[in-house]
């Protein structure tokens, strides 16, 4: 019998249940996965507690790696004993296998190991659209990245010095720094001891940043909006802090007549030539070597809820995986 995470109410960590679950065999354009890995994500978080609405009872979970085992009517382009892994709908990750539509499958390369491909492929391809996609930033530009030593982060500081760009990072401690600093972070601001866009400033020459990544939200975005030199962009991808405050128009004027983005991942791999053109970019730099995967934390699929009070305590460090 499969077993899965789901929980039937929203709330703390503690309404997530280990339960027996039914997979069943899959339909049509469906195949049935065997996970070897599943991925941990502050998103995760946010259906939990109900800030991202599901029907209840739900599953957990968007991102995954695996093999096939078995596969649907009128499917085409995967078979059964292929490595794939995904990111994105339905809810359902946080199992032991499940019943998956192909339109979000991904065929894994040999070079990449499904723990890998777990702790990246959110994260890689969320860097991926960020930094080829958001903004034509060139060799030599100066970002400003929230939460570098998080798993987005430490993916985006190397990709970064892949691209030229020097990496303006924030983190919390001396350990994160020291962390970020390792994956290529050129400069660390401790965002709770020091004024943010100050230091900015004071690294830019008084100009700004032409981009900011912040997946923080709340407690963030005026010091990410005071950053930005005239005509930058503020690229909200995340609220790990709470959502982003209302946007008054007149103060993108008054900051320098800066723009504010809201993406969202699924709509930068909805066209699968895309995606794959992304996830080729992002498998080749991790197989060569030049892009580092962390997974400094390691859980049991049952331990769903103790992974899920270290990730809103802070106490995790670049990824997380659930190891089956």
Not at 70 to 81: R, S
Not at 132 to 148: E, F, M, N, S, Y
Not at 290 to 309: G, P, T, V
Request: hydrophobic residues 40%; aromatic residues 6%; contains cysteine.
């Amino acid at each position: 019998m499969a077993h899965a995470i789901r929980f039937h109410e929203t709330g703390g960590p503690d309404v997530l249940r280990w339960e027996e679950v039914e997979v069943g065999a899959p339909g049509p354009g469906e195949v049935r996965i065997r996970h070897a890995a599943v991925g941990l994500n502050f998103a995760d978080t946010y259906f939990r507690t109900g800030l991202y609405p599901a029907p209840l009872p739900a599953g957990l979970g968007v991102e995954g790696a695996g093999t096939v085992e078995a596969v649907g009517p009128g499917v085409t382009g995967f078979a059964e004993g292929d490595r794939v892994t995904y990111t994105g709908s339905p809810l359902g990750a946080y199992s032991t296998e499940r019943v998956m539509p192909t339109g979000s499958l991904i065929k894994l390369p040999d070079a990449i190991g499904f723990e890998t491909a777990a702790a990246m492929t959110m994260r890689g391809l969320t860097s991926a659209y960020l930094l080829r996609r958001i903004h034509p930033l060139k060799a030599g530009d100066t970002v400003l990245l929230h939460a570098a030593a998080g798993g987005v982060g430490l993916i985006l500081c190397q990709w970064a010095k892949l691209l030229g760009l020097t990496v303006i990072g924030t983190v919390s401690s001396t350990e994160k720094a020291e962390l970020a600093r390792a994956h290529g972070c050129d400069h660390v601001v401790y965002y709770r001891e020091e004024d943010v866009a100050a230091r900015v400033r004071e690294l830019t020459g008084g100009e700004g940043v032409p981009v900011v990544f912040d997946s923080v939200g709340r407690t963030t975005f005026a010091g990410s909006l005071a950053s930005l030199r005239r005509r930058g962009l503020l690229v909200c991808f995340g609220t790990a802090s709470g959502p982003v405050p209302p946007i008054d128009a007149m103060q993108l004027a008054l900051h320098g007549s800066v723009f504010v983005t809201r993406p969202a991942l699924a709509d930068y791999i909805a066209d699968p030539a895309e995606r794959a053109e992304l996830a080729g970019e992002l498998f080749g730099h991790v197989a060569a070597g030049r892009i580092r995967i962390e997974i400094n934390q390691r859980y049991s699929l049952k331990d769903a809820a103790q992974a899920h009070r270290d990730l809103e305590g802070g106490r995790t460090t670049g990824s997380s995986v659930f190891v089956l």
